[in-house]
């Protein structure tokens, strides 16, 4: 019986897959321009489900993360690293925390999921080196839906690339993550949707629309059952980027690219890879770079630390409280202990945030990096 279940979701998994050849084959035929907008958009709509669908079937018949994919949240932040076989990403985890991830001259040396912490900064960020990638992943070659599974989980990717192929390596693995719903170094447009009871489809923009129409967006809405509905575009925004938001299950994440083997590239190659500020340049077979790209790391993920001051005493700068960028003294209170908040009462801050030393602030006062805190609960 078990093995007649397993048939029939190979089934599924094969026949959603075709679907989605048959859906692209049509879009390749159909001639781009202004009357075929609303049909296009209609097809991307249909492949985003038939996407869910597939991911969804993958997973089951997977029975989760598998043998050696489930590891412990562990530390402030969570790296993964992601790429395809032997680009010296276990080699990358060793000289990063030190941790043995097995090293060979030949490809898949790495099988599950391997964690290791970096301390950097009074941070402990934790580094999962995950077994390559290969084209296809996206639709479970290779464990790869196990892999992008643990990669959505974490907070960064770092993508490790061939410094010969780099280019190339990365559009495929950009596409094999942005197929399992990780947007890489984006983030969602700001558009408002939501079913309402009647009324039809109410459809605004506060903002120009140059890449979408009002007969592309009702023919998404009717292909998503959603007759009656309000929009509100408040952003520009492509086809792909409005059913992103109504699927609402996208993972947007910051993205560093190493290339690594740079030992391989000319001078001038070097300077031209290395100009974009999403890449970073190294080698971890002569350790070129690895400093810098631990603070490069550091830096992707945006990062403050906060530290705090008893009543009466000096502050505690040997373990601070490491939060998001952007983070309140409500996230500070919660990161502490969560019943803190119903005590608070104010707040007295030293540093950048401050437009006095000390200011009084309450619950909702924005953090900056290298900030002191005093908390003043209602009991003190």
Request: glycine letters at 8%; charged letters at 25%; proline letters at 3%.
């Amino acid at each position: 019986l078990k093995s007649k279940q397993n048939f029939e979701k190979i089934m599924s998994a094969a026949d959603i897959e075709r679907k989605i050849a048959e859906i692209e084959a049509e879009m390749a035929r159909t001639q781009k321009n202004k009357a075929t907008n609303a049909h296009l958009g209609l097809l991307k709509a249909r492949i985003s489900k038939l996407k869910r669908e597939l991911i969804s079937t993958a997973t089951k018949s997977s029975g989760g993360g598998g043998d050696g994919f489930d590891v412990r949240s562990t530390g402030d932040a969570r790296v993964g690293l992601v790429g395809f076989p032997s680009v010296g990403k276990s080699t990358l985890l060793t000289l990063l925390t030190g941790v043995e991830s097995r090293a060979e001259n030949y490809q898949f040396t790495t099988l599950t999921c391997i964690p290791g912490l970096l301390e950097y900064n009074n941070a402990k960020i934790q580094i999962l080196d995950l077994p390559g990638i290969i084209e296809g992943a996206s639709k479970g070659k290779g464990r790869g839906k196990q892999v992008i599974a643990v990669a959505r989980s974490c907070d960064m990717v770092f993508m490790m690339v061939d410094s010969i192929k780099g280019d190339i390596q990365k559009k495929l693995l950009t596409k094999e993550l942005f197929d399992c719903g990780i947007r890489l170094n984006g983030k969602p447009r700001d558009i408002y949707v939501k079913r309402t009871k009647g009324g039809g489809m109410k459809i605004n923009a506060t903002v120009p629309l140059t890449k979408i129409n009002t007969k592309v967006i009702q023919s998404i809405l009717q292909s998503y059952k959603m007759h009656n509905c309000d929009v509100v575009f408040r952003e520009d925004a492509s086809v792909d980027e409005f059913i992103d938001i109504i699927e609402g299950n996208r993972r947007y994440l910051p993205c560093l690219y190493g290339y690594n083997k740079i030992d391989n590239l000319t001078i001038e190659e070097l300077d031209a890879t290395a100009s974009d500020h999403h890449n970073v340049v190294l080698s971890v077979k002569k350790n070129f770079f690895v400093d810098f790209t631990i603070e490069k790391i550091w830096e992707t993920l945006d990062m403050i630390r906060i530290y705090t001051k008893p009543k009466g005493s000096a502050p505690d700068l040997s373990e601070p409280v490491i939060l998001r960028s952007g983070s309140t003294v409500e996230d500070l209170c919660k990161s502490i202990h969560r019943e803190m908040i119903k005590k608070f009462r104010y707040c007295l801050v030293w540093g950048r945030s401050a437009k006095h030393r000390p200011q009084t602030v309450g619950i909702s006062h924005v953090l900056f990096d290298d900030d002191v805190c005093q908390i003043v609960t209602k009991d003190q």
